[in-house]
């Protein structure tokens, strides 16, 4: 059964660090693109960063690049954002998703994503 679920979300001061985890489960993790989105109150959902499949690029967002590193352990079927420097403004709801096809480059767009894992809470605050 495929299951994508993140962990690692919590309550932060501003400044501080959290890595988020993304356990994936009835697929092959290293075939597919693996993307990391957030949504918080009253707004769109955000495209963060985004890993290709295999050894692939990476992307992110201008509002973390250089803060925010996404990495993947196939071995594990785990995929981690590492976030540092976290502002008020990095707080939200943030989701991993599963790329529809194999093989491809990822996109911090998500209508290429038709798997989303349930969501872990990130609060940014003093």
């Known amino acids: 059964q495929l299951q994508l679920v993140e962990s690692g979300g919590g309550l932060v001061q501003p400044g501080g660090s959290l890595r988020l985890s993304c356990a994936a489960s009835?697929?092959?993790?290293?075939?597919?693109?693996i993307g990391w989105f957030r949504q918080a109150p009253g707004k769109e959902r955000e495209g963060v960063s985004c890993s290709s499949s295999g050894v692939g690029s990476t992307y992110y967002a201008d509002s973390v690049k250089g803060r925010f590193t996404i990495s993947r352990d196939n071995a594990k079927n785990t995929v981690y954002l590492q976030m540092n420097s976290l502002k008020p403004e990095d707080t939200a709801v943030y989701y991993c998703?599963?790329?529809?096809?194999?093989?491809?480059?990822?996109?911090?767009?998500?209508?290429?994503?038709?798997?989303w894992g349930q969501g872990t809470q990130v609060t940014v605050s003093s």
């Open positions: 998703a599963k790329d529809s096809r194999r093989f491809r480059r990822c996109v911090l767009s998500g209508v290429n994503y038709n798997y």
């Open positions: 009835g697929f092959t993790l290293d075939n597919y693109a």
